[in-house]
């Protein structure tokens, strides 16, 4: 399943089951992003909340960073950076440096 597909699945799902208040979803390219509203105020079980969404994050395999905020948790994904062969120094390199 694409980010995007899961994204839009995410919503869906989760504005079905009125466990938030509502969620918000960016998808435009290389600034996809979810932010959820909520009304709870117990610190932990925000955290576990933020847990429990970013598991299922985690198993799409995209990187994310999350942030959590009174009311609001967001969770922003990207692409790591390729690391491109003329990028890695040749031993050579090292040798001249020493």
Same mark, same amino acid.
């Given at each position: ?22 969620? %918000? ?5 290389? #600034? /996809? *992003?979810? @932010?959820? $509203? ?7 079980? =925000?955290?576990?909340?933020? %847990? ?5 994050? #985690? /198993? *799409?395999? @995209?990187? $994310? ?7 609001? =948790? ?25």
């Amino acid at each position: 399943m694409t980010l995007h597909d899961l994204l839009i699945n995410f919503k869906k799902m989760y504005l079905a089951t009125q466990l938030v208040r509502n969620i %918000e979803i960016c998808l435009e390219p290389e #600034r /996809e *992003s979810v @932010t959820i $509203f909520h009304d709870f105020k117990d610190e932990k079980f =925000i955290s576990n909340l933020v %847990e429990y969404f970013s598991h299922m994050f #985690r /198993e *799409s395999g @995209t990187p $994310f960073e999350t942030s959590s905020y009174a009311s609001m =948790i967001e969770f922003r994904f990207y692409q790591e950076p390729k690391l491109e062969i003329s990028d890695v120094p040749r031993i050579e390199e090292f040798e001249e440096l020493e």
